[in-house]
C-alpha cells in the first residue's frame, strides 16, 4: 500500500530538514512525501532540493489545516497522513503501518505511540495512546499525537475535509467527525514517531485553548454536562491500557542534525509519562 506523507511548511526550514529524512530513510513501504508550503521564500526549495522523492508546492493557503487539505487533493497514496516540521517518524515506522492496514481492511484511522523529545533529541517523556473515543476528545483533547496518526484513503474520497476555519484544533474536529459518522479506529502498540517540543509548538498556545473550548461549546449536552465523569473514565482506562507503565527500557534513533541524515541511537532505562517543560 502506498502512503502519502503531507507537510505542511511555513519558514521551518530548519525542522523541516529532519521530518525530510525521516521520511526519506522509511523503508518497507511505499511512500510519497508532499510538502505544501506557504511561499517560505527559497529556503525551503533549497532544502528539498537535497530529497528527489520530495514534491514541494509553495503557494498561499488558509493556514496549517488548508494546506493539508491541498496536499492530499493531490496524493496518489492508499494511506493519507501528514506531518508536522517538528515531528518525525522513527525507523520503520511507515512498514509497520502500511503491514496493519493491509491485515485489517475493516480498519480506517490506526493510530501508535509518540516519543515527546527536546530539540537535541533527548527523551522528555512517552506519550502511549489508547482507544479512541469521540466523548474523551470533545471533553478534553485530542489525546493521539497527529503524527502517529494515519487515515485509509476513503474518508477523503467520501467527502471529508479539514474545516480550515480551525487553526489549531481542526485535528479534534476532524477525527471526532469521522468517529461520529462511523470509521473504525485500531490502535497498534508502537512507538511511531518523535514530537520535539520547540518552545512554539501549535498546541501548546492560547489559540489552541481557545479553540478546544469552541469545539466543548458545539459539543452534545450530554457531554459538556458529563465531563467530570468523562475525564474520570479517560484517566481509568489509560491506566487500564497501560499507558502509564513502561517496564523496559526505551531505545530509539532520532534525527538530532540538521546537516547529517545520520540518526543517533538513545536508550532511556527509566522514562517518564509526565508531559514535561523542555
Known amino acids: 500500500m502506498k502512503i502519502s506523507v503531507i507537510t505542511p511548511s511555513y519558514k521551518q526550514a530548519t525542522w523541516l530538514r529532519r521530518a525530510l529524512a525521516s521520511v526519506a530513510d522509511q523503508t518497507g513501504a511505499e511512500v510519497e512525501h508532499i510538502i505544501q508550503d506557504a511561499c517560505s521564500g527559497t529556503e525551503v526549495v533549497d532544502v528539498c532540493q537535497s530529497y528527489p522523492h520530495v514534491r514541494l508546492f509553495q503557494e498561499r493557503d488558509g493556514g496549517m489545516y488548508d494546506a493539508i487539505n491541498k496536499g492530499w487533493s493531490r496524493a496518489s497514496g492508499d494511506i493519507l497522513c501528514w506531518l508536522n516540521c517538528d515531528e518525525q517518524y522513527l525507523p520503520g515506522a511507515l512498514a509497520k503501518v502500511a503491514q496493519v492496514f493491509e491485515t485489517n481492511p475493516d480498519m480506517d484511522i490506526i493510530f501508535g505511540d509518540v516519543l515527546l523529545i527536546r530539540p537535541d533529541g533527548l527523551l522528555i517523556a512517552y506519550r502511549k495512546s489508547m482507544p479512541l473515543r469521540w466523548?474523551?476528545?470533545?471533553?478534553?483533547?485530542?489525546?493521539?499525537?497527529?503524527?502517529?496518526?494515519?487515515?485509509?484513503?476513503?474518508?477523503?474520497?467520501?467527502?471529508?475535509?479539514?474545516?480550515?476555519?480551525?487553526?489549531?484544533?481542526?485535528?479534534?474536529?476532524?477525527?471526532?467527525?469521522?468517529?461520529?459518522?462511523?470509521?473504525?479506529?485500531?490502535?497498534?502498540?508502537?512507538?511511531?514517531?518523535?514530537?520535539?517540543?520547540?518552545?512554539?509548538?501549535?498546541?501548546?498556545?492560547?489559540?489552541?485553548?481557545?479553540?478546544?473550548?469552541?469545539?466543548?461549546?458545539?459539543?452534545?449536552?450530554?457531554?459538556?454536562?458529563?465531563?467530570?465523569?468523562?475525564?474520570?473514565?479517560?484517566?481509568?482506562?489509560?491506566?487500564?491500557?497501560?499507558?502509564?507503565r513502561q517496564r523496559t527500557p526505551i531505545e530509539y534513533d532520532v534525527l538530532t542534525d540538521d546537516t547529517s541524515n545520520q540518526r543517533q541511537h538513545i536508550v532511556v532505562g527509566h522514562a517518564s509519562f509526565r508531559w514535561q517543560a523542555a
Open 135 to 244: 466523548p474523551y476528545v470533545l471533553a478534553a483533547h485530542l489525546y493521539v499525537p497527529s503524527c502517529a496518526m494515519f487515515f485509509r484513503r476513503r474518508f477523503f474520497d467520501e467527502g471529508f475535509r479539514f474545516d480550515p476555519q480551525w487553526r489549531a484544533a481542526g485535528d479534534a474536529d476532524l477525527v471526532v467527525r469521522l468517529l461520529r459518522a462511523g470509521y473504525c479506529s485500531h490502535h497498534m502498540r508502537a512507538y511511531l514517531a518523535c514530537f520535539t517540543q520547540t518552545g512554539a509548538n501549535l498546541g501548546a498556545t492560547v489559540r489552541a485553548t481557545q479553540e478546544r473550548r469552541q469545539l466543548l461549546a458545539h459539543a452534545p449536552r450530554w457531554v459538556w454536562l458529563g465531563r467530570p465523569v468523562l475525564h474520570s473514565l479517560r484517566w481509568l482506562e489509560k491506566g487500564l491500557q497501560g499507558c502509564y
